[in-house]
């Protein structure tokens, strides 16, 4: 993402943003609700377009100056929204059988691509279920399972944990941590606590007011004197990141 900036009317929600992943990185993108993180998603995705700068996927141009050149399908990225976005309609394995289906993997892959991504997610016994009769942890396991089934180039992850409970964010903590290791996967991680910040970026940008105002390792950032890294670093929360691997 080079320079890139997206205005709503006169709203500006991302300002000159320059922010590049590297193959295997988790790169959180932490800050405050309301400063532009979710915006920067959809650029990202290509569900809309930058007012000015570029948007690259694998160094090739997929946005520019207020045009999409490489729809959302074709620019091989996963997401897990808030809030998941799960279809009501559809089998744990129905769920994976329909993204595989529809990024044209073939037909002999797909059954055994299911097999291992609802093994890592431990969903295989629960594959028959639908959304409603999973627990709230169940889901969460199911959107990520979707994302990652088709071995994304990146998956960006919005705000996955927010609505849960603090012991089952510890555990998808842990098991976005070992799929992410296993599966050597890029992803962008959104996120307003930083101590899920701590515990899975490889690298951590600061956003506030649409600007990223910081970007290196939690023990870089300590040297800094902007107000809002002091601000996220200094609380309670932040003491995560110096006990964090």
């Not at 603090?166 to 307003?192: C, D, G, K, M, N």
């Amino acid at each position: 993402m080079d320079q890139a900036s997206l205005k709503y009317g006169t709203r500006t929600a991302v300002s000159d943003v320059s922010l590049t992943i590297e193959t295997g990185e988790v790169l959180c993108l932490l800050g405050p609700s309301g400063c532009g993180k979710s915006s920067l998603v959809r650029l990202a995705l290509g569900l809309t377009p930058p007012s000015s700068g570029r948007v690259f996927v694998d160094e090739r141009e997929a946005s520019a100056n207020g045009r999409i050149i490489v729809p959302p399908e074709q620019r091989g990225l996963s997401v897990v929204f808030q809030d998941l976005g799960l279809w009501p309609h559809l089998s744990v394995e129905a769920h994976l059988r329909f993204v595989l289906a529809s990024r044209r993997i073939a037909r002999s892959e797909r059954e055994g691509a299911i097999e291992r991504t609802l093994a890592a997610v431990e969903l295989l016994d629960r594959r028959r279920c639908y959304p409603a009769e999973l627990s709230g942890g169940e889901r969460q396991r199911l959107a990520i399972a979707r994302a990652l089934v088709v071995r994304p180039r990146l998956v960006l992850l919005d705000e996955p944990l927010s609505n849960l409970d603090l012991v089952l964010r510890r555990e998808l903590i842990e098991l976005f941590r070992r799929l992410f290791a296993e599966l050597q996967a890029s992803v962008l991680y959104i996120t307003h606590d930083i101590r899920e910040a701590a515990l899975l970026g490889d690298r951590v940008a600061v956003m506030e007011h649409g600007r990223l105002v910081a970007t290196g390792m939690l023990s870089e950032l300590r040297s800094l004197e902007s107000p809002i890294v002091r601000e996220l670093l200094d609380s309670p929360a932040g003491d995560v990141a110096s006990t964090a691997p």
